[in-house]
T-cell receptor, first 115, second 116 residues
Framework: GAGVSQTPSNKVTEKGKYVELRCDPISGHTALYWYRQSLGQGPEFLIYFQGTGAADDSGLPNDRFFAVRPEGSVSTLKIQRTERGDSAVYLC?????????????FGPGTRLTVL | AQKITQTQPGMFVQEKEAVTLDCTYDTSDQSYGLFWYKQPSSGEMIFLIYQGSYDEQNATEGRYSLNFQKARKSANLVISASQLGDSAMYFCAMREGRNTGNQFYFGTGTSLTVIP
């Protein structure tokens, strides 16, 4: 079956602009996660959805970051007033809630570059 | 304190040899899960293997096995019969009990290079 997909694969924007990053999880997966990976680092948790609601948004760095999942499937990560420090790869993952392992399956990521 | 520690920034292994990638973790939960992911240069995180904290036997998946030492809080990945395609970054990750959230904590990764 299809895995997690993310669009766009690359996004270049200017400082101060608004960007949206999209994630389409594995069909049937109710849990969806966003992570940010900076160069040479492991992924860092941003936010986790169970269904339509954000179950844990403790990893969002500030109020410029926001994410939605209105129908419990596709999610959009929104970044306002982008800064150069926001440049990173944004990874999305999904898992099947109730699965014994809660294994998260990742998409290919969106590489965001803020000039 | 770091939840996941990977102390080997880079490792080299001869093709067809075995290699062990180290991972230690820190949690006070009794129920947790440990995962290893492979990240090739293409960037996608590929799930390799899972070990639950209550599993008594070490997990194995093909050429991958997880050397789980609970008392030492270590979860080392062993790759047997290395192949050139194994060259990648490898990340150890932990999910703590569901009552404390469902996020994964990742280490800083180990870059593995397989030498022909």
């Amino acid at each position: 079956g299809a895995g997690v997909s993310q669009t766009p694969s690359n996004k270049v924007t200017e400082k101060g602009k608004y960007v949206e990053l999209r994630c389409d999880p594995i069909s049937g997966h109710t849990a969806l996660y966003w992570y940010r990976q900076s160069l040479g680092q492991g992924p860092e948790f941003l936010i986790y959805f169970q269904g339509t609601g954000a179950a844990d948004d403790s990893g969002l760095p500030n109020d410029r970051f926001f994410a939605v999942r209105p129908e419990g499937s596709v999610s959009t990560l929104k970044i306002q007033r982008t800064e150069r420090g926001d440049s990173a790869v944004y990874l999305c993952a999904s898992s099947l809630w109730g699965d014994a392992t809660d294994t998260q399956y990742f998409g290919p990521g969106t590489r965001l570059t803020v000039l | 304190a770091q939840k996941i520690t990977q102390t080997q920034p880079g490792m080299f292994v001869q093709e067809k040899e075995a290699v062990t990638l180290d991972c230690t973790y820190d949690t006070s939960d009794q129920s947790y899960g440990l995962f290893w992911y492979k990240q090739p240069s293409s960037g996608e995180m590929i799930f390799l293997i899972y070990q639950g904290s209550y599993d008594e036997q070490n997990a194995t998946e093909g050429r991958y096995s997880l050397n789980f030492q609970k008392a030492r809080k270590s979860a080392n990945l062993v790759i047997s019969a290395s192949q050139l395609g194994d060259s990648a970054m490898y990340f150890c990750a932990m999910r703590e009990g569901r009552n404390t959230g469902n996020q994964f904590y990742f280490g800083t990764g180990t870059s593995l290079t397989v030498i022909p």
